[in-house]
C-alpha cells in the first residue's frame, strides 16, 4: 500500500497493516483530499492531525477537505456508519476493529455488532467508495482472530501492507 490509495465506487476494501505502519494511511487521506472530500471515521485513536498537515503540505484547502469522526467503543463504531447515508464522498475508517477488540463487551455483542457493521459497509460501498484498516489482532486473542477474520472474509477487496525489508549493513571494522 503506498500514499496514493484508490478508493474505488462500487466496491469497498480491506487494509490490512500493522498497528504502527498506520501513518501511511495518514499520508493517503492528505494525498486523497486533495482531489476531492474525504470522510474518515477514527475507530482507533488513530488519526493524527500533525501528520496530515505535513502530508498536505500545510494547504488548508486540503486540510478542510476532511470531515473527521472518532469511535471509542464498537456501539459507537456502528453508530457511526448506521448513521452515514450513501453519497458522493469516499469513506475511510481507521483501525476499525480496535473498538471490537475491547473484551467489557460480551464477544455475542461483539459479533452482532460486526455483522451489523458488515451490511453497512456494503451499503456504503455503494457510494463513492469506501475503505477499512483493520490491524490483525494477536495469535494469543483466538476471540479477536475470529472477528478479524469474520471481517477479512467479507471484503470485497484486500489489501496487505507489508513493510520494506530492512536493508542489510554492513559494519565496518575501523
Not at 503540505?57 to 456501539?75: D, L, M, V
Request: glycine share 4%.
Amino acid at each position: 500500500m503506498d500514499m496514493h490509495l484508490d478508493l474505488r465506487p462500487k466496491q469497498w476494501s480491506l487494509l490490512i497493516s500493522p498497528r504502527q505502519k498506520q501513518v501511511h494511511l495518514l499520508v493517503a487521506i492528505a494525498y486523497l483530499a486533495q482531489s476531492s472530500p474525504l470522510i474518515v471515521f477514527d475507530c482507533g485513536r488513530q488519526f493524527d492531525s500533525s501528520v496530515v498537515a505535513r502530508a498536505a503540505h500545510g494547504r488548508p484547502e486540503i486540510i478542510n477537505r476532511i470531515k473527521i469522526q472518532r469511535a471509542f467503543i464498537c456501539y459507537e463504531a456502528v453508530k457511526l456508519l448506521e448513521q452515514t447515508p450513501v453519497g458522493e464522498t469516499p469513506i475511510l475508517v481507521l483501525d476499525f476493529l480496535s473498538t471490537f477488540y475491547d473484551e467489557n463487551v460480551k464477544l455475542g455483542t461483539r459479533k452482532f455488532l460486526l455483522e451489523s457493521s458488515l451490511r453497512h459497509f456494503q451499503r456504503l460501498s455503494r457510494g463513492a467508495g469506501l475503505a477499512v484498516s483493520a490491524c490483525p489482532p494477536p495469535d494469543t486473542n483466538q476471540d479477536a482472530m475470529g472477528l478479524f477474520e469474520s471481517l477479512r472474509s467479507a471484503a470485497s477487496n484486500i489489501l496487505i501492507y507489508e513493510p520494506p525489508a530492512a536493508p542489510a549493513t554492513q559494519l565496518g571494522l575501523f
